[in-house]
C-alpha cells in the first residue's frame, strides 16, 4: 500500500487544485461529489503518511534491539512492541478507509417514523423513537428540520418525517430502518398486562434536485384543510398538500406549515428522496436476486431492535446485542448500539460478504 502513496498524494493535491478553481460555485453537484471525495482522500493520505513513519520506527527499534543488551535491551524490546501494535493499528485502519463507500455516505437523511402494529400505542412508541432520534442528534452535533409531526390523540404520533444534516448522518442513521418493537405495559391499560406494539422507522438519503428529473406532468397534487388529532381542522384555509408520482405511485403528504409552498416544497424533498431510493433499489434487485441464488436468502426478521421496559433492556437482533440501559438510549444514548453495527457492517465487507 506505501507504494501507492504518491497516487493517492497526486490525486489529493489534484482535488484541492479543482476545489480552488472559483468557477466551481456555479456546478454545486461537482462541488459536493468533490468536498467529499477530498475528505476520503485526506483520510487515506494521513494514514498512509502516518504508517510509513510507523515502519520506519519498527526498523530503527529493531536495529537497536539487536544491538542492545541487558536493560537497554528490554527497553529496546518495548519500544518494539509499541511500533508494530502502532503499525497493525494503522493497517487496520487504512483496511476500513480503503473499503468500497457507500456512495450515499455524506448525505443528509430524511426519517420517517409511524406507529405500526398495537393501535395508540405503537403511536405512543413511535413519540418516543421519535425523541430518541431527536436527542442523538443533538447529541451528535446534527442539525434537524422537521417536515411533518402528525400528534395522536393521547400525546404519541401518527407519523413524523425529519430531515437530518450531517457528515455522518447516513452512516450513523442509515441501520435504524426497520421494525421497532416494544414490550411494556402500555398507559391504555388497565390491568398492568405487558403488551407488545411496533413502530417503522424509515431512513432515505436526501437526493438532490439534479440526480431526481421529475416531470411536473408525472404529478397530481391535492390540497386540503389541515387536521390535527381526532381529525378536527386546524387551519381555515387548503394548506395541505399530497403530491402524488403518478408513474411509481408514491406519495407524499405535508400539512406542518401554514402555507401551501411551504408544503409543496417540503413534499417534493421526500418524494425526490423516495424516488431515488427505489432506483436505487431497482438498480441492485438483480444483484441481490443472484446473491440469494448462490448463498442463500440470509434474510433477518423485519423486526430489527427490541425495547423492553421491564428489564431496562435492548436487544438489536441483527448482531446479537444486548444491553441493559434502555432508559440511556431513549435519552440518546445511541452511540455504542449504533458503533457496534457500523463495526459488523465492515467486518462482513472485509470478508467479502
Known amino acids: 500500500m506505501l507504494e501507492r502513496l504518491p497516487q493517492f498524494e497526486a490525486e489529493y493535491e489534484d482535488v484541492l487544485r479543482q476545489l480552488s478553481n472559483p468557477d466551481l460555485g456555479r456546478d454545486q453537484r461537482a462541488l459536493r461529489d468533490l468536498s467529499r471525495r477530498r475528505k476520503e482522500l485526506e483520510g487515506v493520505v494521513e494514514t498512509l503518511r502516518s504508517l510509513r513513519a510507523a515502519m520506519q520506527d519498527v526498523s530503527t527499534a529493531r536495529e537497536m534491539h539487536a544491538e542492545s543488551t541487558g536493560e537497554e535491551r528490554a527497553i529496546a524490546t518495548e519500544q518494539l512492541d509499541a511500533s508494530l501494535l502502532e503499525v497493525e493499528s494503522l493497517q487496520d485502519k487504512l483496511r476500513a ?8 455516505d455524506g448525505r443528509n437523511v430524511i426519517v420517517e417514523i409511524r406507529g405500526t402494529e398495537g393501535g395508540e400505542e405503537a403511536n405512543l412508541f413511535a413519540k418516543d423513537l421519535y425523541d430518541m432520534y431527536l436527542r442523538y442528534a443533538e447529541h451528535r452535533g446534527w442539525r434537524v428540520e422537521v417536515l411533518d409531526a402528525r400528534p395522536s390523540d393521547l400525546g404519541g404520533i401518527d407519523s413524523a418525517t425529519f430531515v437530518v444534516k450531517g457528515d455522518d ?28 406494539s411496533a413502530a417503522a422507522v424509515n431512513v432515505l438519503p436526501e437526493a438532490d434536485e439534479v440526480e431526481i428529473e421529475i416531470d411536473p406532468s408525472d404529478l397530481r397534487i391535492d390540497v386540503y384543510r389541515s387536521t390535527g388529532p381526532g381529525g378536527q381542522s386546524v387551519n381555515t384555509t387548503d394548506s395541505a398538500v399530497r403530491i402524488t408520482h403518478k408513474p411509481t405511485g408514491v406519495t407524499v403528504a405535508m400539512q406542518d406549515e401554514k402555507s401551501q409552498i411551504q408544503n409543496r416544497a417540503r413534499a417534493m424533498q421526500v418524494l425526490r428522496a423516495r ?24 434474510g433477518r426478521s423485519d423486526k430489527i431492535r427490541t425495547y423492553n421496559y421491564k428489564d431496562n433492556r435492548v436487544t438489536d437482533h441483527r448482531i446479537g446485542l444486548t444491553l441493559h440501559k434502555l432508559d440511556r438510549v431513549l435519552l440518546g444514548d445511541l452511540d455504542e448500539i449504533v458503533d457496534a453495527l457500523v463495526n459488523d457492517e465492515r467486518s462482513r465487507q472485509l470478508i467479502g460478504e
Open 275 to 298: 424516488l431515488y431510493e427505489q432506483e436505487r433499489a431497482r438498480q441492485e434487485a438483480a444483484l441481490a436476486k443472484e446473491r440469494r441464488a448462490q448463498v442463500g436468502s440470509g
Open 169 to 196: 448522518a447516513w452512516q450513523r442513521l442509515k441501520h435504524e430502518a426497520g421494525t421497532h418493537r416494544v414490550q411494556r405495559v402500555p398507559v391504555t391499560e388497565s390491568q398492568g398486562r405487558v403488551h407488545t
Open 97 to 104: 478507509l480503503l473499503l468500497p463507500r457507500d456512495p450515499r
